[in-house]
């Protein structure tokens, strides 16, 4: 089980830091891949006039990047209102300390404080970690494809199901992390890649915006010429390490001769750029033919489709858990 909030295009960030897994595993393993539109409101909802559209766009890609669903279930979150039931059953279980300690919600409070979007101090986005464990345990998931970033979160969801277990019985499933591939991909400006900071390369960007992005791209600001030896990776010299060469790494197998070319400066960053971009054309082209096979209608089935085997699936745990509580006789 996983899920990604709707945010419209995705970017090489989302394709490896989490799509190249689901993708991977589905044929494996019995998945369940969410549009977590309501997570989306939890810090977004003054703004749901692209909520519609963006969950389309963001199918869109999914389904480009080879999420099929004849092997997986893709759902949408708010058609499958037994994640809500079971939120509310696990907050009255949730110990408030954990929800105010959680180190994530710190950091987006005082983050998230400083953008002119709405307060953000709200009930819904302190509970949000147990919505995303109701996410989980409702399909008695025991793997979670997780990034590290995300452990923290998974320890709150294992730690309700451990809470619930102990009252109730053991209903929950006890959710594991399966991490995903730790591929550092840095945005243009050589910070982490996020839409909130506008450095993102998407996964399926225009020749010329791509071109455009690749010029701007953070490298190495210790190097004035070509000659000069450069810092590809992060280091002291240049902390955050360039931005092509992590692309470079990912795209170009010969990535470790382009690193010593680099550090002995016998390449000169412009013609770095451009040998990166001829190696990211075809897969990216790939992905575009791909995308455009599907359509809005596509997306609405399938949506529709998946939301009713999630119901069915998120059904059988609710009723358990209304049993062991007591609610049903
Ligand atoms: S040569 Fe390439 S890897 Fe080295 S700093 Fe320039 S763009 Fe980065």
Known sequence: MSGMRP?????????????????????????????????????????????????????LDWLAAGLDPAKCVIFRQSRVPEH???HLLLSMVTPLSWLENNPTWKESLAELSKTKHADIRTHGFL???VLQAADILIYGA????????????????????????????????EPRAMPTEAARVPGTDGRKMSKSYGNTVDIFEEPDSLEAKASGMYTDPTRARAT????????????????????????NPGWEARGAECRAGAIGCVSCKGDLLRRLEEPFEAFRVKRRLYDARTVEGILQE??????????????????????TP
Request: aromatic content about 8%; glycine content about 8%.
């Open 7 to 59: 945010t419209g295009r995705l970017h090489l960030g989302n394709l490896w830091g989490a799509l190249r897994k689901w993708v991977s595993i589905q044929d494996e393993y019995e998945c369940y891949f969410a549009v977590a539109d309501w997570h989306m409101l939890t810090t977004a909802y003054d703004r749901t006039e692209d909520l519609g559209s963006n969950v389309q766009e963001m199918v």
């Open 84 to 86: 809500a039931e079971l």
């Open 127 to 129: 509970g949000y970690p």
């Open 142 to 173: 025991d793997l979670v494809p997780v990034g590290q970033d995300q452990l923290p979160h998974l320890e709150i969801s294992r730690e309700i199901a451990r809470r619930f277990n102990g009252l109730y019985g053991g209903v929950l499933v």
């Open 228 to 251: 000069d030896p450069g810092h590809p990776e992060p280091c002291p010299e240049n902390p955050p390490g360039c931005s092509v060469f992590a692309l470079h790494k990912l795209y």
């Open 306 to 327: 998946g939301s009713v085997k999630a119901r069915q699936k998120a059904a059988l745990t609710l009723e358990s858990v209304r049993k062991a509580m007591k609610l």
